[in-house]
């Protein structure tokens, strides 16, 4: 997975640019624009990821970043307060950014049953490797990450 501290060096920038500072512009326009302009710069090639949790929690904090410049403070009690994680959760009304991802993770999982067997993606997908354990803790890898997403979405489906 690319270094994340390198994708956010290009795309807060463009969260901190005039677009995003402007009271002028209405909260909905700076949204729509963080949907096709900020996220996909952040989550580049993230359908083959394996997300570990520090990766998770720094893009969550780089979401709430974001949407932090575009609601800004709010006024109580005479005082101007920092929004805080929940309430940033529940103005901004569309899904984080992991769950975004993991619902990309997904989408590229159905893709890749659907290709032809002779496309190199398939034949990786498909092949299974013979070799001998590295030391350590085992690594996590794609497929057992999507597999447990889709288990995690048929319990909540289940409900």
């Given amino acids: 997975m690319p270094n994340l501290r390198e994708k956010v060096s290009v795309s807060l920038p463009v969260s901190q640019s005039e677009e995003f500072r402007q009271t002028l512009a209405h909260r909905t326009t700076k949204i729509i624009l963080y949907i096709p302009l900020i996220r996909p710069v952040v989550s580049c090639g993230a359908e083959a990821w394996t997300l570990m949790k520090k990766e998770e929690q ?3 904090i780089i979401e709430r970043k974001i949407f932090r410049r575009i609601y800004g403070p709010k006024y109580e009690n005479g005082e101007w307060k920092s929004r805080t994680n929940r309430e940033l959760e529940e103005t901004s009304k569309i899904e984080n ?10 989408r590229w999982l159905d893709h890749l049953e659907r290709m032809e067997e ?11 490797l013979e070799r001998t354990r590295r030391r350590g803790r085992t690594r996590k890898r794609w497929k057992e990450e999507v597999e447990r997403d889709l288990q995690a979405l048929e319990r909540v489906g289940g409900r």
């Fill in 58 to 60: 720094d893009l969550l």
């Fill in 97 to 106: 950014i992991v769950k975004w991802i993991r619902g990309q993770t997904i």
């Fill in 118 to 128: 002779d496309r190199m993606p398939k034949k990786i997908f498909t092949q299974e």
